[in-house]
T-cell receptor, first 115, second 119 residues
Framework: DSGVTQTPKHLITATGQRVTLRCSPRSGDLSVYWYQQSLDQGLQFLIQYYNGEERAKGNILERFSAQQFPDLHSELNLSSLELGDSALYFC??????????????FGPGTRLTVL | AQKVTQAQTEISVVEKEDVTLDCVYETRDTTYYLFWYKQPPSGELVFLIRRNSFDEQNEISGRYSWNFQKSTSSFNFTITASQVVDSAVYFCALSDSNAGGTSYGKLTFGQGTILTVHP
């Protein structure tokens, strides 16, 4: 158990809908990362937050957004969903500084299926 | 741009065989960090090791060992005396470091190597 929690575990929805994925980092970790894992794209970095502020952005679609709240949990919002958004979405957290030498601990993931 | 290549898509071995998973990376940064993660059938990503670009010492942890060679931009992972429980997808990853010297730590992953260990 990494200490990172994600809810829900599974999500099935229809095209055009909007969903919210939730992540709670390990106790004390200020940095949260979101990744998407799909068969065609592999594991890709989406976005990073550090202590409530956006730090880095990857190839995140405009239809996707995220935020980190004062209690450090983070939410990833996916809207106008398309079939191609079906994937496993991981949240990871790392120790306070967010520097690259800190390993990231991953949550169990949320499997999103868009029908 | 950073890139990680794991040329072996799938490897199949019989229990007790040694197996090496290859990882080659590309980066323009002088300071960077390399990682290996394991993804068992249950789906979670498990951290195995971190190595920084200044430390080329090989590392051994039980049946696992890692060989980092900066000259060939490789960070290979060897499992000695493989076991069925080692069956998983293994990912090599490279950590970002921006030009300003402040590291954000986003990971660039390779495509992964599916390891199947047969009894």
């Amino acid at each position: 158990d990494s200490g990172v929690t994600q809810t829900p575990k599974h999500l099935i929805t229809a095209t055009g809908q909007r969903v919210t994925l939730r992540c709670s980092p390990r106790s004390g970790d200020l940095s949260v990362y979101w990744y998407q894992q799909s068969l065609d794209q592999g594991l890709q970095f989406l976005i990073q937050y550090y202590n409530g502020e956006e730090r880095a952005k990857g190839n995140i679609l405009e239809r996707f957004s995220a935020q980190q709240f004062p209690d450090l949990h983070s939410e990833l919002n996916l809207s106008s969903l398309e079939l191609g958004d079906s994937a496993l979405y991981f949240c990871a957290s790392s120790a306070s500084s967010g520097a690259s030498y800190n390993e990231q601990f991953f949550g169990p993931g949320t499997r999103l299926t868009v029908l | 741009a950073q890139k990680v290549t794991q040329a072996q898509t799938e490897i199949s071995v019989v229990e007790k065989e040694d197996v090496t998973l290859d990882c080659v990376y590309e980066t323009r940064d002088t300071t960077y960090y390399l990682f290996w993660y394991k993804q068992p059938p249950s789906g979670e990503l498990v951290f195995l090791i971190r190595r920084n670009s200044f430390d080329e010492q090989n590392e051994i942890s039980g049946r696992y060992s890692w060989n980092f060679q900066k000259s060939t931009s490789s960070f290979n992972f060897t499992i000695t005396a493989s076991q069925v429980v080692d069956s998983a997808v293994y990912f090599c990853a490279l950590s970002d470091s921006n030009a300003g010297g402040t590291s954000y730590g986003k990971l660039t992953f390779g495509q992964g190597t599916i390891l199947t260990v047969h009894p």
